[in-house]
């Protein structure tokens, strides 16, 4: 018997699916350019739309500084982010509802601490930004450049929504809450290693083997390893392939994808 909290779940995407599904049009002309879902079977691709359709419902996409959110924006931004969860499931997207669309890049003001506890006010100009129990934002001109023009490693969809996976424990620290067949020591393991041997790369002044802005933290390492893993996973394969092996676990990516 299937836990009630699933057997709900179905009902209500059964509900949203009929109520308000994507134009076949707009779904065909928009997916069929999006670069990182090139290899997904007409099954996988089915699975993609209803979990798309889903996310639509749930989650609002607003537009800031005056632009103008289309239904094949929506449709864009919701397919790649539902791609993260194509077989890990609608629940790992809770505990948040809003995305932002920005038109670029746009500018932040945090507050920074350094090691002796002194606290600054700095300006950035970012593509994304993904807040614990709040939005994800991104700026649609980085959107449309990682979506239409290939990158391999980089997408900033899928690293700011790889950020809401990761919090869903209540903190991001690059630990997702893995799936029952996964065990925590090895994916601490696997992961940390390659963390470190990122930051000694870096330190060293390298060239390093993926971005190294992944070694700001844990939480950056996993969100860019999941754009890697998704947009050039033969890097991960060949300078991390433990690393590699935890993400398979984690994504379950079919085999046409690897
Ligand atoms: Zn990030």
Redesign the pocket.
């Known amino acids: 018997m299937r836990p009630l909290g699933t057997v709900l779940r179905h009902w209500q995407m059964r509900r949203v699916l009929k109520r308000c599904p994507i134009p076949h049009r707009i779904w065909q002309r928009v997916t069929r350019r999006l670069l990182v879902l090139k290899g997904l079977d007409a099954v996988q691709m089915a699975h993609l739309r209803e979990l798309t359709t889903w996310f639509l419902d749930q989650k609002s996409i607003n537009g800031a500084q005056g632009l103008d959110v289309t239904t094949s924006m929506r449709v864009a931004v919701a397919a790649q982010a539902c791609l993260l969860i194509l077989n890990l499931g609608i629940e790992y997207f809770d505990g948040w509802v809003e995305v932002i669309l920005y038109p670029g890049a746009f500018r932040v003001n945090h507050e920074q601490m350094d090691a002796i506890g002194l606290v600054s006010n700095e300006a950035s100009d970012l593509t994304g930004e993904?807040w614990l129990h709040g939005p994800v934002i991104l700026s649609w001109e980085d959107v449309e450049r990682n979506s239409y023009h290939y990158h391999g490693g980089h997408n900033v969809i899928l690293?700011?929504f790889a950020?809401k996976l990761d919090g869903l424990n209540g903190t991001m620290n690059g630990m997702p809450p893995l799936r029952r067949s996964m065990l925590l020591k090895k994916w601490s393991e696997a992961l940390s290693e390659a963390y470190d041997v990122l930051c000694k790369q870096v330190a060293a002044g390298e060239s390093t083997f993926i971005n190294p802005y992944a070694a700001t933290n844990p939480a950056?390492f996993f969100?860019v390893l999941s754009e890697y893993f998704f947009t050039a996973p033969n890097i991960l394969k060949k300078n991390c392939p433990d690393a590699y092996e935890q993400l398979l676990l984690f994504y379950q990516q079919p085999e046409s994808r690897r």
């Open positions: 993904s690293h700011e950020h950056e969100a």
